[in-house]
């Protein structure tokens, strides 16, 4: 069989000859067909004309995107599976319910970390404005560095405007009340029924500084009302500084208030010229302005337009699809999706099962199983769609997304390193714009033990994907592991303002854990809960009794086996007294939460501490941190100890 990663490569030569022969002769009108253009893949069965024009179109948007935040490449990082369907019953049963009733978009974008899928409804005239907004969110995602709320929100909804055809591209306008589904996290949804420009006129604007600070995950951003007319005051703020070519200023201000932590006022005089009264008051009179362009009723007049990036003679490749292929790609697209998970697992199990033991089934199934952590189940499905097809990239990616998931659940090492670096190669090789094969090749590379191999793969998966903070963070790990610091510490600075409350938590504790990092080479260690780690140091000293026949030193157990591989355990608590008595050795009493500890060192002039020059015989009454190794309920083994 033809693998797909040959299909792959056949389909990138035959676009590339294409470019060079116009008179493309048509495939098939009937049955499912898969159109392929440069960036976007098209799964169809509306009929090649249709598929075409939908291929087209979404090459056109992104070519003007790129154009609007002047970049002659524009990234996908991402893969993007577009479905597009001719019957209107048909999309009913894949689309997001509101409510228990389908959505009335003739379009919605569905976004996963493996890839995004954008469903239209062929039925309905020019379906692709319904993914207008979350398509500039993704491309935006994907090509430019973080910024601010309002100029994200801003350039969707100015790009949420934009009408192609063959020959014309038309932008500006007010992009009227929104239509897209509400599926994704790919920005705010408008709910009202107003349009921007109206929203504008009828009430009072946000103060300029509460525009520009505010912050999603905020109750204040999360408010209808308040969205609203923050959508309304970004994007004609976005229209003012793109109509006046003043995006370069806008960098030098993201760079001013994101990176040097400058004040908003002094920040837009540095980088715009303008107090923020006077920036109010040019926006403000830039949208008094253009309003009765934008409220005439002839609607033509509301927009700029300018020629198309290019027409219908944009190569395209058109290949028949077998009907288990399409619809194991429809149900895949359903088992991702609350409201049709359960039907699409169970098309996804029939397709899997003969007779028609389908591939794409078979992959599918295996990424459903790897989000409820059932990897025994992803690792006989990705096993039988190897079966099909050994060279498939994508059956390599999800071997190598299965190593990691595994291994992060179980607190494992990654199964089979060398064969997943092997793998996320050859998906590399296959689409070297996939960010994720990038992300956890690096993780693979260091967990190799290659710190340097691994910092140059991560910043190329960061260099893709710009504002994936996780990326950013693992960057900042490979960092400590390679004692590369200063640079460790100013990412990890930076994470702490994420608007993601998981990445700043984690770089907050690893900018907590880097002092002792640096002076000793481990981490310190957490707690886990006192009852749980309470009960367990209770069940080591059960089984260390049993086990030394009568012994009760635990340290003397663990040295007469080899290594001591006993959990290093954490508590914070208040030193009572210091026993030397029997110096160099000593005991250290420890008071918290009502426990008593006596912690044993056999050399206190060895002893890591961390908050006194030495070891001190006299402590008393004094806070303390303790890592140390249980070897009964109530005793242990000092790993080291810092004083307050």
């Known amino acids: 069989m033809v693998s797909s990663f040959i299909r792959a490569l ?86 997001p319910l509101v409510g228990s009733r389908p959505t ?21 005239n020019e379906p692709w404005l319904a993914v207008r907004y979350p398509l500039a969110h993704m491309l935006l995602d994907s090509n430019y560095p973080p910024t601010q709320a309002w100029f994200d929100e801003g350039l969707a909804e100015y790009f949420s405007s934009i009408r192609v055809d063959n020959k014309t591209v038309e932008i500006g306008g007010d992009p009227g009340v929104p239509s897209h589904a509400p599926v994704g996290n790919v920005g ?163 397709l899997a099962q003969g007779p028609a033991d389908n591939e794409v089934a078979h992959r599918a199934l295996a990424y459903a199983y790897m989000q409820k952590e059932d990897f025994k189940q992803a690792e006989d499905e990705l096993a039988q769609a190897a079966e099909s097809d050994p060279n498939d990239p994508w059956v390599h990616f999800y071997f190598a997304v299965l190593k990691f998931r595994k291994a992060k659940v179980t607190g494992q090492p990654i199964e089979s390193l060398a064969n997943v670096q092997q793998g996320l190669k050859t998906v590399i090789d296959w689409n070297p714009e996939l960010a994720e094969a990038y992300h956890l090749l690096g993780l693979a590379e260091l967990e190799g033990g290659g710190t340097h191999a691994a910092t140059d793969t991560m910043r190329t998966a960061i260099q893709l994907s710009p504002r994936n903070e996780s990326y950013v963070l693992d960057l900042a790990n490979i960092y400590v592991a390679g004692k590369n610091w200063d640079k460790a510490q100013a990412i990890l600075e930076r994470l702490t303002d994420s608007t993601d409350p ?78 030397c008595s029997q110096a160099p050795a000593a005991t250290v009493t420890l008071t918290s939460g009502g426990r008593i500890l006596k912690l044993h060192t056999g050399d206190y002039k060895t002893l890591v501490v961390i908050g006194a020059d030495e070891f001190s015989c006299d402590w008393r009454n004094r806070a303390a941190s303790v890592n140390y190794k249980a070897s009964g309920k109530s005793e242990g083994d000092l790993v080291s100890l810092e004083v307050q």
């Open 502 to 579: 998981q990445i700043a938590s984690s770089a907050r504790k690893k900018l907590e854990d880097l002092p002792f990092l640096k002076k000793y080479g481990i981490e310190p260690q957490r707690a886990a809960e006192p009852q749980k780690q309470e009960q367990s140091s209770t069940a080591e000293a059960k089984t260390s009794a049993t086990e030394k026949a009568g012994s009760d030193n635990e340290e003397t157990k663990a040295k007469s086996r080899g290594a001591d591989k006993r959990r290093v355990q954490y508590l914070k608590g208040r030193i009572v007294s210091v026993n």
């Open 188 to 350: 705010q949804v408008r709910s009202s029924s107003k349009s921007l420009s109206e929203l504008l006129s009828s009430a009072a604007w946000l103060d300029v500084n509460d525009l520009l600070t505010m912050r999603p995950n905020t109750s204040e951003y999360q408010n209808d009302a308040h969205q609203e007319l923050f959508s309304a005051q970004s994007w004609i703020v976005t229209h003012y500084l793109l109509a006046k070519d003043m995006l370069p200023k806008i960098g030098a201000y993201f760079e001013l208030v994101q990176n040097q932590k400058t004040p908003v006022a002094q920040a837009l005089q540095q980088a715009l010229g303008m107090t923020p009264d006077q920036f109010r008051k040019a926006v403000t009179d830039y949208f008094q302005s253009l309003k009765p362009t934008l409220t005439a009723q002839d609607k033509a007049s509301q927009i700029s337009r300018a020629a198309a990036p290019f027409g219908p003679e944009l190569a395209l490749v058109v290949k028949k699809v077998s009907d288990d292929d399409a619809h194991a790609l429809l149900a895949d697209l359903m088992a991702r999706q609350s409201d049709h998970r359960d039907q699409g697992t169970k098309d996804l199990q029939s």
């Open 10 to 95: 056949a389909i990138k030569m035959a676009i590339a000859a294409a470019l060079l022969a116009s008179d493309q002769k048509p495939a098939t009108k009937e049955g499912w067909l898969e159109i392929h253009s440069m960036h976007f893949s098209v799964v169809t069965d509306g009929g090649e004309k249709r598929g075409r024009e939908v291929a087209l179109r979404l090459e056109q948007m992104r070519a003007v995107f790129g154009q609007l935040i002047m970049h002659d490449k524009v990234k996908m990082p991402v893969p993007v599976q577009i479905l597009a369907l001719k019957n209107d019953n048909d999309y009913a049963g894949i689309c």
């Open 104 to 124: 009335n978009a003739p379009g919605f974008f569905l976004p996963s970390k493996d890839r995004n899928f954008i469903v239209l409804n062929l039925s309905a």
